[in-house]
């Protein structure tokens, strides 16, 4: 059963998920970590009343979870939580750009009680534009730290497993190509 979409939560300008999900309907076909034809920056969908399911029902973790205060909102820490998988107890968190918001003890604090909760927590990092993006398990690279309530070493592993990203992952070209019948 989904969750409930908290109330006085919005987009609030962002368009991230007009940009870094790969869509692929009868009628839209964006690939990955490209900028939807539809989507005015910084306001949203052009096209929003006939705009693809698979948009409509898309809504990031920061519509579902009270805990988040705004600093989690995806214009303000460069995080845009995955709610896809919340049912299977796995939190996904694509990492939109590294912004000051990954090093803060408010960061650490809940992905330390994810891990500490048995809750899968993975860092997604977007490719280049047209490229699929890439993911990372945290938990057991954070037992250690969370176990010892270690906020420095979380930073380091949170820093050096966004770099091991960038610097070796062979990033995969998305396929698909950029096409809409939508108006």
């Not at 939109?96 to 809750?119: D, H």
Request: proline share 7%; hydrophobic share 40%; with cysteine.
């Amino acid at each position: 059963m989904p969750l409930p979409v908290i109330e006085d939560r919005g987009c609030e300008g962002c368009t991230a998920c007009c940009e870094f999900p790969p869509i692929r309907t009868e009628k839209l076909q964006k690939p990955a970590n490209t900028l939807c034809p539809h989507c005015a920056e910084a306001s949203g969908c052009t096209v929003y009343e006939v705009r693809p399911d698979v948009c409509r029902g898309f809504y990031c973790g920061w519509f579902f979870l009270p805990e988040l205060t705004s600093d989690w909102h995806p214009v303000r820490s460069g995080v845009v939580i995955r709610s896809e998988h919340f049912e299977e107890d796995v939190v996904t968190l694509l990492i939109l750009e590294l912004s000051a918001f990954l090093v803060s003890e408010e960061f650490a604090g809940m992905i330390g009680a994810w891990v500490e909760q048995g809750v899968g927590v993975e860092f997604e990092r977007v490719g280049p534009p047209g490229h699929l993006p890439a993911k990372m398990r945290m938990n057991e690279l954070l037992a250690e730290a969370v176990a010892a309530r270690d906020l420095r070493e979380m930073q380091k592993v949170f820093a050096w497993s966004l770099a091991h990203i960038e610097r070796s992952h062979d990033w995969e070209k998305d396929e698909t190509l950029l096409a809409s019948t939508l108006s």
